[in-house]
């Protein structure tokens, strides 16, 4: 039946008139193949004692006589008839009502049938895509086929192109589009944009739904060792720490470059964590915390304490720090970072200050070519020193994408 439907759907794309006589024989055969099936269909139903559920009242039963009266019992009938057999209309209705009800018995089966059951199943709009992507490419095949190899002993043409058609004019309520290549470019065009709109309207709300960066309190480094040299840098408690040797580090740049890793202290303490500024995982931080300065339980101040009446408040044209702490010094060599109201989030501090020293040093320490790498640091699990009597308090949701530094290298 499928090869009758073929036929006649290709006869009428190309304009030709059907083989009847052809089809006429093929739609014998199906009687009886249809005749055959349908008695081997009750015949296993009969056997294994289901008989009876054909005619229970449900709406299964329902569906499935629907099911076999298109698909099975109409079309054997229809065909069985010489009359309706030599009939380009009765093959029309004959073929097509096979094909349904073919169709009609997976989507039974599969779907319909399982909506009673405690497992559902919804097909995704990618599983249907490429479902009509197979049968488009099966159709694009067969009219490959008819236009290009001899199937039909007169290859079929469009009557329009041919050399003697008279000239006729085209219908006034079509629109013009323009020149064929101005033509195409639009209609591929709103072809892609509308595909584009369904895609998006497919897609997944919750997917296109952020809240932003969440607000993580870093934690302070925790000691290895007795000696608390080495310390375990795993600010958000996530696992993904950095063992970090206090004493290697000082070799390395030096007794008198604390100010290198210590850029800043706090007014009053000598040097001051990283954690202690720079307090969220993720965030810019307040570097000022100029709330605190202004509110009733934090220092008290008022506006005109430190900003000068008249003058745009800016944190260029407030007064200095030194102003309430005298004893506050800044580091030579970093007397810009009062200036800045904000700096950067605990992440992006870390690896702005390890990883582009690591860079240089990759480069001039020959046997540590990966020093700037992010598994050369990172690493996963508990210190083995930590375990006994620790346990992490861990705050969601964890991130494995950070920011690096612009070091030339390709860090990830």
């Known amino acids: 039946m499928m090869v009758a439907f073929e036929s006649l759907a290709s006869h009428w794309l190309y304009r030709r008139e059907p083989e009847t006589h052809l089809v006429s024989k093929l739609c014998r055969a199906a009687a009886w193949v249809l005749a055959i099936y349908f008695f081997a269909k009750m015949t296993d139903i009969t056997l294994s004692g289901k008989l009876g559920l054909i005619f229970n009242g449900k709406w299964q039963s329902d569906l499935f006589i629907v099911e076999v009266l298109v698909s099975t019992i109409i079309p054997a009938v229809l065909f069985f008839i010489p009359k309706y057999r030599s009939n380009s209309k009765a093959?029309?209705?004959?073929?097509?009502?096979?094909?349904?009800?073919?169709?009609?018995?997976?989507?039974d089966v599969g779907g319909l049938a399982m909506l009673d059951s405690t497992a559902s199943?919804?097909?995704?709009?990618?599983?249907?895509?490429?479902?009509?992507?197979?049968?488009?490419?099966?159709?694009?095949?067969?009219?490959?086929?008819?236009?290009?190899?001899?199937?039909w002993d007169i290859r079929p043409e469009d009557p329009e192109s041919h050399p003697h058609k008279l000239p006729s004019f085209d219908y006034s309520s079509r629109t013009w589009l323009g020149i064929p290549s101005a033509a195409s470019l639009t209609k591929h065009t709103l072809a892609f944009v509308l595909s584009f709109a369904v895609g998006m309207a497919l897609m997944?709300?919750?997917?296109?739904?952020?809240?932003?960066?969440?607000?993580?309190?870093?934690?302070?480094?925790?000691a290895?060792?007795?000696?608390?040299?080495?310390?375990?840098?795993?600010?958000?408690?996530?696992?993904?720490?950095?063992?970090?040797?206090?004493?290697?580090?000082?070799?390395?740049?030096?007794?008198?470059?604390?100010w290198v890793c210590h850029h800043l202290t706090l007014p009053g303490e000598k040097l001051s964590s990283c954690w202690e500024c720079h307090t969220s995982m993720y965030r810019e931080v307040d570097f000022f915390r100029h709330d605190w300065h202004a509110s009733s339980s934090g220092a008290n101040l008022k506006c005109d304490d430190c900003h000068t009446t008249?003058?745009?408040?800016?944190s260029q044209t407030a007064k200095k720090c030194t102003a309430c702490h005298p004893?506050?010094?800044?580091?030579?060599?970093?007397?810009?970072?009062?200036?800045?109201?904000?700096?950067?989030?605990?992440?992006?501090?870390?690896h702005k200050l390890c990883v582009s020293c690591h860079t240089v040093e990759a480069k001039?320490?020959?046997?540590?070519?990966?020093?700037?790498?992010?598994?050369?640091?990172?690493?996963?699990?508990?210190?083995?020193?930590?375990?006994?009597?620790?346990k992490w308090d861990v705050t969601l949701p964890h991130f494995d994408n950070v920011v690096l530094p612009e070091t030339g290298l390709n860090n990830k």
């Open 91 to 107: 093959h029309w209705i004959g073929s097509s009502m096979v094909v349904i009800g073919m169709v009609l018995n997976r989507v």
């Open 121 to 151: 199943y919804t097909p995704s709009w990618m599983e249907i895509a490429i479902s009509l992507g197979v049968v488009s490419a099966s159709v694009l095949v067969f009219l490959f086929a008819i236009e290009n190899f001899n199937v």
């Open 204 to 222: 997944s709300g919750n997917r296109l739904h952020a809240e932003g960066i969440d607000q993580i309190t870093v934690k302070p480094a925790t």
């Open 224 to 258: 290895v060792d007795s000696l608390c040299d080495t310390l375990c840098i795993n600010g958000n408690r996530d696992d993904q720490f950095v063992e970090f040797s206090h004493a290697g580090h000082i070799s390395s740049i030096g007794k008198d470059s604390c």
């Open 310 to 314: 008249g003058v745009t408040r800016t």
């Open 327 to 350: 004893a506050y010094k800044f580091p030579a060599d970093d007397q810009n970072a009062a200036k800045e109201y904000y700096i950067p989030s605990y992440v992006d501090a870390m």
């Open 364 to 390: 001039e320490i020959k046997d540590k070519p990966n020093l700037a790498l992010c598994s050369t640091c990172h690493r996963t699990g508990t210190p083995p020193a930590l375990k006994a009597g620790m």
